[in-house]
């Protein structure tokens, strides 16, 4: 799976995914319920971390596989709505490697 890039930017995403609902459903919950914000300083730069290298995964499937621009922003937008890169990879999986 990390052997392609599409391979790479769908493992990249799963985990970046899986990040944005750890953060927004238990560590920003135990901040503000139970005024607890050591999960989020953890989770939240993980997440940070994967952000950035998702959106680095992107731009290089964009290159390789010559997407368009819009395709980009469609990327980009997907990671920022919760369960996005889920819906990104579903339609990754169709794709030709290279």
């Known amino acids: 799976m990390f052997r392609t890039a599409i391979g790479r930017l769908r ?4 985990l970046e995914g899986l990040s944005y609902l750890l953060l ?3 560590a920003m919950p135990l901040k503000y319920a139970l ?8 989770v939240g730069m993980a ?17 390789l596989h010559r997407k368009s621009m819009l395709w980009g922003i469609g990327a980009f937008i997907a ?18 490697a290279r």
């Open 24 to 26: 927004l459903g238990i």
């Open 35 to 42: 005024d607890m914000p050591a999960m989020v300083s953890v």
């Open 47 to 63: 997440h940070g971390i994967l952000f950035v290298l998702f959106c680095f995964a992107a731009l290089h499937v964009m290159i």
């Open 79 to 96: 990671s920022l709505l919760p369960f996005g890169t889920f819906v990104l990879d579903r339609r990754l999986r169709d794709e030709p």
């Open 11 to 14: 493992m990249i995403g799963l």
